[in-house]
């Protein structure tokens, strides 16, 4: 074909243009700032052409075609605002005005009322504009002040909807909908998710999920990208409802997950009032999943947040001041040996906290007994898990991958961009093949599900390793699935070049895990695919490199290694003794009694206190009944400055976008002071930056602060983690007594100790964390209700739940999440179920 | 044509769905068990739409000796009859014929005027057998094509035959596959559309039911000169006969190699299947077909890009109408000037309408391009029932319009019948005489299309529905002087202003309507009167006592008792009471009830 030119001549409203060719008239006026009303036009949705409102008027076309779908030819004449267009452009707002509650737009008193607004009512019906959450952020506000509508010649009509507000985070009013499709294009064919149609005809047409289903019972993820494209306000945040416009935004890092998607904070009146996705190419591609995306501002912003330090006096808790708090740290860590010292700091903490704690604990304590926590998450698969973990590839490799294995996954809510990415893979044509006992959207989409019962998905791995492994006449386990649809599967594994494997947190908390992460290993060294765990705590991997564990020093190094414990000595100027006594998060008495406990962004365990003091530093006081000693307020990450790590080994910015709240202080301006106050040199870094520079100096990949290198770094770990062996158990499995199977997993989407189901409402409607889950048939026949507490006893403890039905699980497997430190065993675990009369 | 007497007789049931809903499988059933029972020398047929809907059941009669003749109104008991007196004895029941070689029916003329190609086969053959179809040149368009012409032959071959689309606008449909041709890529699809969503219209399911494999036999034929590989028929679900019938014909054609792969030996390849629709109007606009055939709502998009060049999953796709498809078969074996030569300079051939409302013989009717609309209601019509005045005739349905008495005299072609206001549509043509309320007719189909809409576009969503609201303020008498300005603004910023045809039409039978009849809208507004006597808040319903001999009928039915009178006196009835059902009218034998409007009049008939 011969060569095309690339721009078109285009005479738009008298003056002449060259476009691009391709583009609409709508990005031609765009381009040249000509202004075209629209509605139901998106940047980033396909065109529509819906609304109208864009038609101009082209020489030689019969009717108006709309600017927004017609594309620019060489030669159109095209105006934009003649009165013929614009008398029907006024003509539409009119009959939109005349379904809207629209009184405001086109009252005389517009402008003078606001002041005389005494109470905003929190009713379910808009009864105007300044009565609507959308108010002043208004698409349609805004285009009808543009065209300047005066008056309405028709009777206006009340939809008389009913306002859906059953589901959590967004509320759905109707009443306010032009149906202009943007949400429903979003849901289709941004995030694939399909949750969102058009139902109905005529005058009823609606959007909305099919049968008249809640967005619960339909899938729905929760995003908020429906939310976020939605001119009026129909869809709208709960959280957010009277917030208004947001006055600044500030781009920072997710801290709910290791995938570390780019966020961009609204802020007003120095509150995080939101958070909408920001575009990373690299990471989430301008999507979020329902944490990031509904639940940051009722967590940083909850009313109980610690604004001052205050310490136990008496049986009760009264406010001291900073420097009465440092100092009192300060006395009570100097009467420490280097073994009567604990540090625990939650690797949601930056990069930067953690440098700090480790090296608060390695030099001002002269101890070697600081840890993260996030180990317990793991628990004995943890060597396992970081052996994937150095293999971890970058996520666009999806977008490559012509073949995706999914273990232990689920995309519904947390990493919902993962999902996003896995159906985007679907549709160029990759094969998704997803292991996982429970039914959920993504097992419902992929290619293949296979459904082992909990802790089989080893014997499926082990299938498929042995058979690209060229033992083909391996025979396959019992599952879902034929033995002839496993080969075919394995055959195709085997066939494609360039599989990644993505890891979930779902497979990890077996007694077999250990073993099944070994397999999958083994296998993705078959293939030579490439692994991706997604590991569930945001800078998981920060902690790693930055040397919080007792096995572990800066860099990846062994604690052992005494090569780097010389030149840690010479940068530090210190003199340093490790201890390797066991001692680790899950093992706390392994040493000598601890004299100070010093938890940073960690829960507090709720038996006995675990040291004579208790130093606990976070955001919110503790949920448990133990009172801490002293307590230090933190600034969350919205409030500070610094780097996480992400899954891929992605180093990433986190901005301060607003102050933290009362006197609260990042952690590691706080473990500064005191180390100062002990009279402990090096710790007089003024801003993230300069200790940044000194992390540089010690680890690969943190060269620039503020422009941290785009590419992922990888990840080397020397030596082994000690596993904890308390807790562990192998359960002897007796079907006729212990009919049921438990699979109890350490919560998940949890904030510096925090459950997010216990600080977000809609969090706790989604994630439905300490509530023990049911197939439904199994649940009636033991003839219990939604919500009936339930007592669940295994050989080696008995537990109350309240119970939820869930037809995701398979019958005859009970599940729940529970705090990482109160968990009672692996899983699964067999256990007899009853109703609890208590 | 006169059997043989070596022949048997032989009898066809006409099994359209029309026959049917008349009673035809009970009189083909009884037929069957007496020949089965009596071992009677009778070869029993049945066949497709004959035409004559208002006289079904049809039955043909083929009796060796006899003139072959069509019976009409045969029920189970006219059938004994015709057997005993026609098939044994000789004797052709005169009354009762229909249509008949040599026997003068008060029919003929609904026959004479009409020139059949679409429905070249409907009614005279069996639909679900293949031996009918090839015994009349079936698959022998096919044949040719394949074996003597190029593609471009054949596009040149429909090109100058000048048939155009019959599903609505009319484009042409030799540029239309030429169009699909020059598309880049090699799949390509051909889809029929028989969607068929005008209320009241039937032609192109009795084509589909009474002679299936013409549509299949032209789209094969526009398969192969467009370059495709398969084709969908889009027919909705509530057409079950055609469904089982165009099932039925590509079974058949497939096992006779008339469909699959090498196509009579030859490299041409092609497969059809069906899509059934779920019966939305919008579904027939050829993008939101398309969406609905690809499994998503049926929802119109912008065009361009056409679906030539991008259609079906994103492949170049020919759309046509099922009458369209119908007239290739017919083109290709009687060459593009014998077709040209019927019709006019810009319309060629014929068309089939579909005769409905206050006509004395509806049915359907396929008549040359040209013929005047008086020739098709009064000469093929028979005129307006119970001879009442005609008023005027809506044609194309919810998208067309009403064309009054004094322009009957046009000819019924594309461009004449668009000047009017009206369009050709896909054939309805529904007859209103005196008593039919315009401003009523407008309302009802906007109504239909404001149901109808996908509600995508604004002006077609809420637009159409502010205009029936307007509407329907003044059939209740309470327009005011500003509606018809209003009125005329909005139809035409929803004209000018929607996405697909369904809003650019929309308003046709309200601007039509005001423009021929605004003076009934003016009575309706400033009279608060129908002049139709029709709108129920305008009219009242009185004695006339000089004709009422007190029979007390009418205030037997009275369902609210309005009526008051002694038997052998004059009754009254209270206008309070009234609700103007009208089922005193309706029962009075004595013509003493009349309809007056507006209702203001009630009182001075009181004093
Ligand atoms: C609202 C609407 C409804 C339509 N319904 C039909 C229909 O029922 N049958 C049909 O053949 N064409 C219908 N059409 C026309 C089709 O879009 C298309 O033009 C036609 O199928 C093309 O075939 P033709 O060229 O053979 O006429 C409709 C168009 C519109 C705008
Ligand atoms: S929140 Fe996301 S998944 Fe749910 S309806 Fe909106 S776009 Fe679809
Ligand atoms: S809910 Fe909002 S985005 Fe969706 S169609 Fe209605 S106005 Fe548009
Ligand atoms: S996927 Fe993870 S990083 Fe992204 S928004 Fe959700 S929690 Fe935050
Ligand atoms: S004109 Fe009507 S039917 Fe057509 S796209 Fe618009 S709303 Fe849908
Ligand atoms: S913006 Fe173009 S039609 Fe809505």
């Known amino acids: 074909m011969r060569e095309k030119d690339a721009t078109v001549t285009v005479i738009i409203d008298n003056q002449s243009y060259r476009v691009p060719r391709g583009y609409t008239i709508l990005q031609a006026a765009e381009r040249f700032d000509i202004y075209i009303p629209t509605l139901c036009s998106h940047k980033d949705l396909s065109p529509f052409g819906g609304c109208r409102l864009c038609i101009v008027e082209v ?17 159109m004449i095209i105006r934009t605002h003649t009165a013929q267009v614009q008398s029907v452009r006024k003509e539409i707002l009119q009959l939109f005005l005349s379904e809207h509650t629209s009184s405001c737009l086109i009252c005389d008193e517009r402008e003078e009322c606001k002041r005389y607004l005494g109470t905003i009512r929190k009713a379910g019906v808009t009864t105007g504009c300044r009565y609507c959450p959308k108010d002043g952020q208004c698409e349609l506000q805004e285009v009808v002040e543009k065209l300047g509508i005066q008056e ?7 939809r008389n909807l009913r306002v859906e507000k059953e589901d959590p985070f967004y509320d759905r009013d109707y009443n306010l909908c032009i149906l202009c499709g943007r949400c429903v294009r979003m849901c289709q064919e941004v995030r694939l998710a399909n949750v969102l149609a058009f139902k109905q005809r005529g005058r009823n047409t609606i959007v909305g999920p099919a049968y008249a289903r809640t967005h619960l019972e339909s899938g729905c993820e929760f995003c908020g990208a429906c939310v976020s494209v939605c001119p009026t306000g129909t869809l709208y945040e709960k959280a957010r409802k009277w917030e208004g416009v947001a006055q600044l935004e500030q781009v920072t890092t997710c801290s709910f997950c290791g995938v570390g998607c780019q966020i961009s904070l609204q802020i007003k009146a120095d509150r995080v009032i939101g958070g909408l996705p920001a575009e990373d190419p690299l990471v989430n591609n301008g999507q979020l999943c329902v944490k990031g995306r509904f639940c940051i501002p009722e967590l940083v912003n909850g009313p109980w947040r610690l604004r001052h330090p205050f310490k136990k006096f008496n049986g009760l808790e009264v406010d001291i001041s900073w420097e009465d708090a440092i100092t009192l740290a300060a006395e009570q860590l100097s009467r420490c040996a280097p073994d009567e010292f604990g540090l625990l700091i939650s690797s949601n903490c930056t990069t930067e906290d953690l440098y700090i704690a480790q090296k608060f604990a390695r030099v001002a304590m002269g101890s070697n007994q600081v840890d993260s926590p996030a180990r317990l998450f793991y628990g004995p698969a943890l060597n396992a898990y970081l052996a994937l973990l150095e293999k971890s590839v970058p996520l666009a490799e999806v977008r490559e991958a012509p073949a995706i294995l999914c273990v232990g996954l ?13 159906r985007r893979a679907m549709h160029r044509g990759a094969r998704v093949i997803t292991i996982h006992p429970r039914e959920h959207n993504l097992a419902l989409t992929a290619h293949a599900w296979i459904q082992p019962p909990p802790g089989g998905e080893g014997e499926i791995l082990q299938f498929f390793a042995r058979f690209t492994a060229g033992e083909e006449s391996a025979s396959p386990p019992e599952t879902n699935l034929s033995s002839e649809t496993l080969r075919q599967l394995a055959r195709e594994l085997k066939q494609a070049s360039g599989v990644v494997i993505l890891v979930g947190s779902e497979v990890l908390h077996y007694s077999a895990s250990p073993q099944i992460l070994a397999v999958l290993h083994r296998l993705a060294e078959n293939l030579g695919a490439g692994v991706l765990p997604l590991p569930a705590q945001n800078n998981f991997v920060g902690s790693l490199l930055m040397g919080t564990y007792p096995e572990l020093l800066p860099g990846g190094f062994s604690s052992a290694n005494e090569k780097r414990l010389k030149e840690l000595e010479k940068v530090w100027q210190t003199e340093f003794r490790p201890l390797t006594n066991g001692w680790n998060s899950g093992n706390l008495s392994a040493g000598k009694p601890l004299k100070v406990l010093y938890l940073i962004g960690e ?7 675990p040291a004579e003091f208790l130093i606990f530093q976070n955001i919110y006081p503790p949920d448990s009944p133990i009172r801490p000693d002293l307590t230090l307020p933190a600034a969350a990450f919205t409030e500070a400055d610094g780097t996480f790590v992400n899954g891929e080994g992605r180093v990433q910015r986190v901005h301060r976008a607003v102050n933290p709240p009362g006197e609260a202080l990042p952690d590691w301006e706080i473990l500064c002071r005191i180390a100062r106050k002990m009279g402990v040199r090096g710790f007089d870094f003024s801003d993230v930056r300069e200790i940044h520079r000194e992390i540089a100096a010690l680890v690969d990949g943190f060269q620039d602060f503020d422009q941290p290198p785009r590419q992922a770094r990888s990840l080397t770990i020397e030596g082994k983690f000690q596993i904890a062996a308390s807790g562990s158990f192998e359960a002897k499995p007796d079907g006729k007594k212990y009919p049921y199977l438990l699979n109890a997993a350490p919560l998940e989407h949890v904030y510096r100790g925090f459950p997010l189901s216990s600080r977000v409402e809609g969090a706790r409607v989604i994630f439905a964390d300490e509530v023990l889950h049911m197939n439904p048939r199994d649940a009636r026949r033991a003839r219990l209700q939604e ?20 037809p995701e699980l398979n019958r005859g497997i009970v599940q729940v999440t529970v705090l990482q430190n109160e968990l009672i065993g692996l899983n699964p675990i067999p256990v007899i179920i009853r109703k609890s009369h208590v | 044509m006169v059997s043989s007497p070596s022949e048997k007789t032989k009898i066809v049931v006409g099994m359209a769905s029309c026959g049917i809903a008349a009673g035809a499988g009970d009189v083909y059933n009884a037929l069957k068990e007496k020949i089965e029972k009596e071992n009677l020398p009778i070869v029993l047929e049945k066949t497709g739409c004959i035409g004559a809907c208002y006289r079904e059941p049809l039955v043909e009669v083929q009796t060796p000796g006899l003139p072959t003749v069509i019976y009409g109104d045969v029920s189970v008991k006219r059938l004994e009859m015709i057997l005993e007196k026609h098939v044994k004895n000789g004797e052709v029941l005169a009354n009762w014929v229909v249509k008949g070689e040599g026997i003068h029916t008060s ?16 009614g005279e053959i069996d639909p679900e057998r293949i031996e009918d179809y090839l015994s009349r040149q079936g698959y022998q368009a096919i044949r040719k094509v394949l074996l003597n012409m ?7 071959e429909i090109r100058n035959s000048g048939l155009r689309g019959r599903g609505g606008a009319g484009f042409p449909t030799g540029l239309k596959w030429q169009f699909a041709r020059q598309s880049p890529g090699k799949e390509k699809y051909i889809i029929c559309n028989g969607d068929e969503g005008d209320p009241g219209a039937f032609m192109d399911r009795s084509v589909m039911e009474g002679d299936p494999r013409s549509v299949l036999e032209g789209m094969l034929i526009a398969g192969y000169a467009i370059g495709a590989q398969e084709g969908f028929i889009y027919v909705r679900a ?4 055609a469904v089982k019938r165009l099932q039925i014909a590509i079974e058949q054609a497939r096992e006779r190699g008339f469909l699959g792969k090498r196509i009579l030996g030859t490299n041409f390849s092609f497969d059809i299947s069906l899509k059934l629709g779920a019966g939305a109007f919008v579904c027939g606009e050829e993008t939101a077909l398309i969406a609905s055939i690809e499994g998503k709502r049926g929802m119109p998009r912008l065009r361009p890009p056409f679906p030539a060049v991008k259609g079906l999953w994103g492949k170049p796709t020919n759309i046509n109408n099922v009458e369209t498809f119908a007239n290739v078969p017919w083109i290709i074996l009687n060459g593009a000037k014998k077709f040209a030569a019927l019709g006019t300079e810009k319309s060629k051939g014929t068309k089939v309408f579909a005769l409905a409302g206050k006509i004395k013989r509806g049915g359907m009717v396929e008549v040359p391009m040209g013929i005047s609309l008086r020739e098709v209601i009064f000469d093929i019509g028979g005129g307006i029932a119970n001879d009442r005045e005609f008023k005027a005739v809506q044609l194309g349905g919810p998208s067309g319009g009403c064309v009054p008495a004094n322009l009957l005299d046009t000819p019924v072609d594309y461009e004449s019948l668009n000047q009017t206001g009206a369009i050709m549509g896909s054939g309805g043509m529904v007859v209103m005489d005196d008593r039919t309320c315009m401003v009523d007719v407008a309302r009802f189909f906007l109504n239909f299309t404001q149901e109808e809409s996908c509600g995508k576009c604004t002006f077609c969503r809420l637009g159409t529905k502010r205009m029936l609201e307007i509407l329907e303020r003044i059939t209740r008498g309470e327009g005011k002087p500003e509606d018809l300005d209003k009125l005329e603004k909005l139809a035409y910023n929803i004209k000018k202003g929607s996405l697909c045809g369904l809003g650019q039409t929309a308003p046709n039978p309200v601007l039509t309507t005001l423009k021929y009849f605004r003076d009934e809208y003016e009575a309706h507004i400033f009279e608060k009167r129908c002049p139709a006597k029709s709108c129920r808040d305008l009219i009242g319903y009185r004695v006339i006592p000089e004709n009422c001999t007190g029979c007390t009928l009418c205030a037997r039915v009275c369902p609210v008792n309005a009526i008051s009178g002694e038997r052998k006196q004059v009754h009254y009835i209270n206008p309070e009471i009234c609700t103007r059902c009208g089922a005193c009218y309706e029962v009075c034998n004595f013509d003493a009830i009349e309809v007056f409007s507006p209702v203001e009049l009630a009182e001075t008939v009181d004093e």
């Open chain 1, 603 to 609: 829960a507090l365990p709720s038996g006995e206190p």
């Open chain 2, 107 to 122: 029919e003929d003329a609904l026959f004479e005027k009409q020139v059949r190609i679409v429905l070249r086969n409907a």
């Open chain 2, 238 to 241: 509530e057409y079950p006969l």
């Open chain 1, 410 to 422: 689920d995309t519904r809510y947390g990493r919902s961009v993962v999902g996003v990415e896995l």
């Open chain 1, 59 to 75: 020489e030689g076309m019969r009717n108006f075609p709309t600017a927004c779908t017609t594309p620019v030819e060489e030669g």
């Open chain 1, 787 to 806: 919500g009936d507490p339930v007592e669940v006893t295994s050989q080696y403890f008995r537990k109350v739940w309240p119970v939820k039905f869930s």
């Open chain 2, 150 to 156: 190029k593609p471009e032959d054949v596009i040149n």
């Open chain 1, 152 to 158: 309405i010649e028709y009777p206006i009509y009340y």
